[in-house]
């Protein structure tokens, strides 16, 4: 089992930043890909940015190139997505996602608005 326990969600105004932390219970080198997914009311859940553990690779949504980036803390066992010049409609919940062993983990969730 992986217990993830994301942090940094907030209330912010558009241009604002934010950084977000997912924290995981295991050694992130048990981990082979660490992700940040994002939902808005009505909309269906979609992929903002990956880490591959092993690697520190990432890869970002291209709504989100250029703003948003994702790293990782290897001593912490903590991924974080750093998001810059944010506009209202990155307005959702952020839900961390790691694949673990075959097995898909999330976290509870944390709220991001931005106000225009």
């Known amino acids: 089992q992986v217990q993830l326990v994301e942090s940094g969600g907030d209330l912010v105004q558009a241009g604002g930043s934010l950084r977000l932390s997912c924290a995981a219970s295991?050694?992130?080198?048990?981990?082979?890909?660490m992700g940040w997914y994002r939902q808005a009311p009505g909309k269906q859940r979609e992929l903002v940015a990956t880490?591959?553990?092993?690697?520190?690779?990432?890869n970002v949504a291209d709504s989100v190139k250029g703003r948003f980036t994702s790293s990782r803390d290897n001593d912490k066992n903590t991924v974080y997505l750093q998001m810059n010049s944010l506009k209202p409609e990155d307005t959702a919940v952020y839900y961390c996602?790691?694949?673990?062993?075959?097995?898909?983990?999330w976290g509870q969730g944390t709220q991001v608005t931005v106000s225009s």
């Open positions: 996602m790691v694949i673990r062993a075959g097995k898909q983990y």
């Open positions: 295991v050694s992130i080198f048990s981990i082979s890909l």
């Open positions: 880490v591959i553990s092993s690697t520190g690779t990432t």
